[in-house]
């Protein structure tokens, strides 16, 4: 149970473009949705908390025009990174809470390269 | 006062042996500890979480130890595999949104 899936997993794309991360709980409906960024060798750095029906809530210095999250249902969340630039370029990483267990329950990632 | 403090940052224990990997933090409103297991290229896995109300939980090789008025938790990883071989991070929430601060990761190597 408590299975998380993400797509794609990997995209390239040029710079100027704009690319969507998909988000969903397969197993469960989750309530609350995280987006995460992770730098090579790094910790995760939490962007934003998404409630479904809710608009986010972004963290400090996110900037939550270039990085849009929609949670449209209890099993789907999107981010949308918005005229996508090379400093851009990371790996993100979703997480859903299962309102039935305490933890987060995360995605397998999605490497995004800007050319 | 939000910070999670891990230690250390690389690992490397013989196969079979028992790997350590420590945590402490300060905000004593904290009540859910979890700890995670990340492979290259991978999200994060839960492994093991506790409750400040237990001091000790195992599941199979894996035991964390909770030392309340130390405000410090620990992973165990016991008879170590290389298959063990990843990022650990632990963390901390409180209250109902469950939101995770993260400790820096400890990345474990396990020689076979």
């Known amino acids: 149970g408590a299975v998380v899936s993400q797509h794609p997993s990997r995209v390239i794309c040029k710079s100027g473009t704009s690319v969507k991360i998909e988000c969903r709980s397969l197993d469960f409906q989750a309530t609350t949705m995280f987006w995460y960024r992770q730098f090579p060798k790094k910790s995760l750095m939490l962007m934003a908390t998404?409630?479904?029906?809710?608009?986010?809530?972004?963290e400090q210095g996110v900037e939550k025009d270039k990085f849009l999250i929609n949670h449209a249902s209890l099993t789907l969340s999107t981010l949308t990174v918005t005229s996508a630039h090379p400093e851009d370029s990371s790996f993100y990483i979703c997480s859903a809470r299962d309102p039935t267990s305490p933890g987060q329950f995360f995605g397998p990632g999605t490497r995004l390269t800007v050319l | 006062q939000q910070q999670v403090k891990q230690s250390p940052q690389s690992l490397i224990v013989q196969k079979g042996g028992i790997s350590i990997i420590n945590c402490a933090y300060e905000n004593t409103a904290f009540d859910y500890f979890p700890w995670y297991q990340q492979f290259p290229g991978k999200g994060p896995a839960l492994l093991i979480a506790?409750?400040?109300d237990v001091s000790e939980k195992k599941e199979g090789r894996f035991t964390i130890s909770f030392n309340k008025s130390a405000k410090q938790f620990s992973l165990h990883i016991m008879d170590s595999q290389p298959g063990d071989s990843a990022t650990y991070f632990c963390?901390?929430?409180?209250?109902?949104?469950?939101?995770?601060?993260w400790g820096a990761g400890t990345k474990l190597i396990i020689k076979p």
């Open positions: 963390a901390a929430s409180k209250g109902s949104n469950y939101q995770l601060i």
């Open positions: 998404s409630n479904e029906g809710s608009k986010a809530t972004y």
């Open positions: 506790i409750r400040p």
